[in-house]
């Protein structure tokens, strides 16, 4: 079962607008972490943002935020204010603690085009 | 800065030889990571290993091995090259807490003929 599930393959937003990229995941964890990444097309695989299942508020950082809804298993970029540099793969990914401790489980990714 | 490296950037073999890549982390990250990446499918865990000499299998480790021999080095094997395992190889490091990223390196892309 996929255990972490990105609904839009692609999503396109106008310059200086803001976007949400959906993320929704399934453990029965009751502790583990949630990571979101961007992937230009260079290659290389950027850390965003985190957060924590116990975090009490949402995670901010820069133009970037998690919304973090707990009770339905979601946890929603939104990217304020486009750049064209936010062009890339962005991909959320969780990290369980327990048996899998050191595995992290990645969705399939959204390819997100901003557009001048 | 932490720096995680992978040997090639680009390699092309042909069906049937023996790969390696190899990953090295600068910062005494007690794990290490190998993923493919391939369009629509995200990031899949090939092999993961928490020590010198531990490994796990992840979701596919099929035709793969990897070892360990020294903390940041971390080499994915590919005993008998086959075309379907043409993709891009991320390797990837983190310390143990639930709560850091990992820090992944700049990929290998690999074609298998």
């Known amino acids: 079962a996929q255990k972490i599930t990105q609904t839009q393959p692609g999503m396109f937003v106008q310059e200086k607008e803001a976007v949400t990229l959906d993320c929704t995941y399934d453990t029965s964890d009751p502790s583990y972490g949630l990571f979101w990444y961007k992937q230009p097309s260079s290659g290389e695989m950027i850390f965003l943002i985190y957060?924590?299942?116990?975090?009490?508020q949402n995670a901010t950082e820069g133009r970037y935020s998690l919304n973090f809804q707990k009770a339905r298993k979601s946890a929603n970029l939104v990217i304020s204010a486009s750049q064209l540099g936010d062009s890339a793969m962005y991909f959320c990914a969780m990290r369980e603690s327990g048996t899998s401790y050191d595995k992290v489980i990645f969705g399939p990714g959204t390819s997100l085009s901003v557009i001048p | 800065d932490v720096k995680v490296t992978q040997s090639s950037r680009y390699l092309v073999k042909r069906t049937g030889e023996k790969v390696f890549l190899e990953c090295v982390q600068d910062m005494d990250h007690e794990n290490m990571f190998w993923y493919r990446q391939d369009p629509g499918l995200g990031l899949r865990l090939i092999y993961f290993?928490?020590?010198?000499?531990?490994?796990e299998k992840g979701d596919i480790p099929e035709g793969y091995s990897v070892s360990r021999e020294k903390k940041e080095r971390f080499s994915l094997i590919l005993e008998s090259a086959s075309t379907n395992q043409t993709s891009m190889y991320l390797c990837?490091?983190?310390?143990?807490?639930?709560?850091?990223?990992?820090?992944f390196g700049p990929g290998t892309r690999l074609l298998v003929l």
């Open positions: 990837a490091s983190s310390p143990r807490r639930l709560q850091e990223t990992q820090y």
């Open positions: 957060q924590g299942s116990y975090d009490q």
């Open positions: 290993s928490y020590d010198v000499k531990m490994k």
